[in-house]
């Protein structure tokens, strides 16, 4: 059973940038299609980014050029660079983990492994 925990999240100004991180244990990510999701209050959870075990990245157009998903598989860590933030990037943003098909990263519904999720807020 693998384990994701998230951190680096907090309040921000529009403008600023922010690193999150999520931490694995109790497996290895190396064979997991590995995604950030966000959920805004009152929204669904919807994917924002993903590196596919294959080397694909995917992520939503709203922050094509702003963020940028990466991971490192010696410290069984992912990233998630986010820049140049937005008052509507503020949301919970979780990590995640599957197996499967490429086509479905992008699908909540086929994640095998959530982290417990970490704030993040930006303010205009």
């Known amino acids: 059973q693998m384990q994701l925990v998230e951190s680096g999240g907090g309040l921000v100004q529009a403008g600023g940038s922010l690193r999150l991180s999520c931490a694995a244990s109790?497996?290895?990510?190396?064979?997991?299609?590995m995604s950030w999701f966000r959920q805004a209050p009152g929204k669904e959870r919807e994917f924002v980014a993903g590196?596919?075990?294959?080397?694909?990245?995917y992520y939503i157009d709203s922050v094509l050029g702003r963020f940028d998903i990466s991971r490192d598989i010696v410290k069984n860590t992912v990233y998630l660079e986010m820049n140049i933030l937005k008052p509507e990037d503020t949301a919970v943003y979780y990590c995640?983990?599957?197996?499967?098909?490429?086509?479905?990263?992008?699908?909540?519904?086929?994640?095998?492994?959530w982290g417990q999720g970490t704030q993040v807020t930006v303010s205009s």
């Open positions: 995640a983990a599957e197996t499967g098909p490429v086509k479905s990263i992008r699908d909540p519904g086929t994640v095998a492994y």
């Open positions: 109790g497996g290895y990510i190396e064979p997991y299609h």
């Open positions: 590196h596919s075990s294959l080397g694909g990245y």
